[in-house]
Each structure stands twice: as structure tokens, then as C-alpha cells.
């Protein structure tokens, strides 16, 4: 019933995809729950070091043997401008010194190799591959390909899925406006890309030959049943999977989560220097006020750590990262084996009721 051209690709029952979310929500239970439930569990492996890298991937293969995914960033490394950097330091120590944690010094470091991180994906001869923020090199791709991986990219625009497309990628996901976290987009401002996933996925089916993947508000039966009448092979979910059991997301995000409602997030490029949507919080509105220029991804990301780890334990969402999408009044507490099973079975559920509505 559901097989479609990204189920025959990936080998899995269902075409859901749970998104590779990057700061420690995709356990490894969440990931294999959501593999052995029939859909895609992924790895959101943009912030972890090499090692824990493959330590996680080891953790997945030890709980499940069905196709699981690794997601990373594609990050365009660009020297920091030390006078903007040092001004917003100075500035995000008021929230420090706010939260009474330690004013900080220059950072050097601001993210992980992607280069090795690829080469744990290689060696691990992980199933599928996926990535974001741009396109990895042809080389890497070469690599990917001779490992049999299968490789799926993030567009925002046509233009995006063109371009993924022509760089050999097996299928894209299209994410649109709703979608929470980061925004994928990497040919145009990211402001400019804001195109809802109803608008988007048809006018990228239309441009495109391989599978397309929706993401971005889809939360279950009805939006899967939605996609595929788009033209979509298969749907990625992220907010429905932040607030499940498995998932290793901070007891108070899940709870904001939940209790958040379509109009109260936002997107920002207050916590990382790239675009990304979350629920509101005093963080980003503090941040409106801020008279510099936010440096770009990922140097305000390394910047702001320290304030969002401090928050966690201090029990403080305002200052926590919250990244959600629009559909977030849709988000229950439930295991991800029952999001996957529930969304098929309400999606056959869908497909009978417009079977009905045709015969009235
Ligand atoms: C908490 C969170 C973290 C995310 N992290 C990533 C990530 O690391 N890599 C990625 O490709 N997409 C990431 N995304 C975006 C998802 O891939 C996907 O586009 C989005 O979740 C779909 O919209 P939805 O949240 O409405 O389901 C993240 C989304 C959320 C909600």
C-alpha cells in the first residue's frame, strides 16, 4: 500500500523518515524504535565528535538490523571577524552574567570536521546518508556512492533540488517554511527561501526526476497522505519525534513543546547565526535588541553554547534552545514505535475516508 519509490530505494515499510535532529534527541532507542516500527530512524550527527560518531552508529546496529540514516552539516568554513565576534561576546555576557555563569574568553574551535565525520559514515558503511546547509564535494559524494550509500539532500527551493539533483544525490528533501530547526538553505538568503511545504513540494516534483522527501509541519496520517498526493515518495518528521519517550531531548522542551501552540514559534538567527525556527523564548527576544551584526554559523553557535547548556541545568527554557515547527499543537507523548504505526494506520484511515467522500 505504501510502497513508493523511497521505500524501494531505502528497503523500509513505510515512508516516513524520522529527521536526523543534531543535539542529542536522536538516541540511539530512538533511532532503531522508529527502523524496527518499518521507517528510517537518522542519526542527527552534526554536533558529535568523530568518536562519539561511531560509537552511536555501533549503539543503532546493535539494536536493530533494518536501514538507519546518518544526517550531518555541510558547513562552510569562513574566518570569523574578530571585531563582531568579540562585540557579541561582550554582549552575551550580560546573559552570563544573568544566569551567574563565567564570562568567556576567544573560542577557537567552533565545530567538527565534516571530513571526519564522513569518514565514520564510510567506514561504518552506514545505509543512507543525509545532509544539509549546502553539498557536500563531488569527491565525498564519489566515496558515498562507491560504498553504496544512499545519499539524500536538503533543498528549500527549486533552484536548491536542481542543484542537489545535478550532483548525483539518490533523492531530496524538500523542506518547507513550517519546519522546525535549522533551515537547509544554501542558494539564496535563507529569508528569501521561506516557501511553505503545500507550495514547495509540487512545484519541486514537477522540476526534478528523483524521489522527493516532504518535511516541515507533517505530523501524521493526514499530512503523509498529503505529501504523497504532492508528489512526494515519503515524508521527514521532526517535532513529532522531539517529544517522544526515546527521545533525548531536556524534559522541559518536550514540555514546551507540547503545550506550544501553531503561533508561538519563530525563526531566529539568534542562538547559531543561521536561520532556524523554534518556540519563542526571552533568548531571542533579547536578541532583537542586539545593535551588531550576529555572526554567522557556526561562531555564534560556539558562542552561545555555554548560555544554553547553563540554562539547562539551571531549568531555564528561555534561554534553552527550542527548536519546533509550526505543527507543534499536533505533538503527543507516545513511544516513536507508535508515531510510525499510528501515522500509517490514520493515513489508510485518510485514504478510505476520500474513497467515501468520492462516491457522495
Ligand atoms: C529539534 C530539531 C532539530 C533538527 N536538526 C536537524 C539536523 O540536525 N539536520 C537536518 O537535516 N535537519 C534538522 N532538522 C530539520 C528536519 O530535518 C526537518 O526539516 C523538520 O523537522 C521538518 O519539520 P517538522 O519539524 O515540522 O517535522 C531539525 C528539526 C528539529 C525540530
Given at each position: ?131 544539509t ?21 536538503t533543498a528549500t ?16 528533501v524538500v523542506q518547507g517554511?513550517?519546519a522546525?530547526?535549522?533551515r537547509g ?30 518535511s516541515g ?144
Amino acid at each position: 500500500m505504501f510502497t513508493t519509490s523511497f521505500t524501494q530505494l531505502v528497503d523500509i515499510q513505510y515512508p516516513i523518515v524520522q529527521a536526523g535532529m543534531a543535539g542529542g534527541i536522536t538516541t540511539p532507542k530512538l533511532v532503531a524504535s522508529v527502523s524496527n516500527a518499518g521507517g528510517l530512524g537518522t542519526i542527527g550527527a552534526g554536533y558529535l565528535t568523530p568518536d562519539s560518531l561511531r560509537t552511536t552508529i555501533r549503539a543503532v546496529k546493535e539494536l536493530t538490523n533494518r536501514p538507519f540514516g546518518v544526517n550531518l552539516f555541510v558547513v562552510q568554513e569562513t574566518l570569523p571577524n574578530e571585531e563582531e565576534m568579540e562585540r557579541m561576546n561582550r554582549h552575551l555576557d550580560l546573559i552570563r552574567e544573568m544566569l551567574g555563569i563565567e564570562r568567556r574568553q576567544r573560542i577557537y574551535r567552533y565545530s567538527e570536521s565534516f571530513e571526519d565525520q564522513i569518514q565514520v559514515v564510510l567506514d561504518e558503511h552506514v545505509p543512507v546518508f543525509s545532509f544539509t546547509f549546502g553539498i557536500p564535494s563531488q569527491e565525498v559524494l564519489k566515496h558515498l556512492k562507491h560504498h553504496r550509500i544512499v545519499v539524500l539532500g536538503t533543498a528549500t527551493t527549486v533552484d536548491e533540488a536542481l542543484q542537489l539533483e545535478a550532483s548525483g544525490v539518490d533523492a531530496i528533501v524538500v523542506q518547507g517554511s513550517e519546519a522546525g530547526g535549522h533551515r537547509g538553505t544554501f542558494g539564496t538568503s535563507a529569508m528569501d527561501a521561506l516557501v511553505g511545504t503545500m507550495a514547495l513540494v509540487p512545484q519541486v516534483v514537477d522540476h526534478v526526476c528523483v524521489p522527493v522527501i516532504a518535511s516541515g509541519g507533517i505530523m501524521d496520517g493526514r499530512g503523509l497522505i498529503a505529501s504523497l498526493a504532492l508528489g512526494a515518495s515519503a515524508v521527514q518528521m521532526g517535532t513529532a519525534f522531539v517529544v517522544c519517550v526515546e527521545s533525548g531531548a531536556h524534559e522541559l522542551y518536550k514540555e514546551a513543546v507540547l503545550r506550544s501552540h501553531e503561533d508561538e514559534t519563530q525563526i531566529t538567527f539568534a542562538y547559531s547565526g543561521k536561520a532556524a525556527r523554534g518556540i519563542r523564548t526571552k533568548f531571542m527576544q533579547d536578541m532583537n535588541g542586539y545593535p551588531g551584526k550576529i555572526p554567522p554559523y557556526p561562531v555564534q553557535n560556539a558562542l552561545t553554547q555555554d548560555i544554553r547548556q547553563a540554562a539547562a541545568k539551571q531549568r531555564n527554557p528561555e534561554y534553552m534552545s527550542l527548536w519546533a515547527g509550526q505543527g507543534v499543537r499536533l505533538t503527543t507523548n507516545r513511544t516513536a514505535q507508535a508515531i510510525v504505526q499510528e501515522c500509517a494506520q490514520e493515513a489508510m484511515a485518510v485514504l478510505e475516508n476520500l474513497d467515501g467522500h468520492r462516491n457522495l
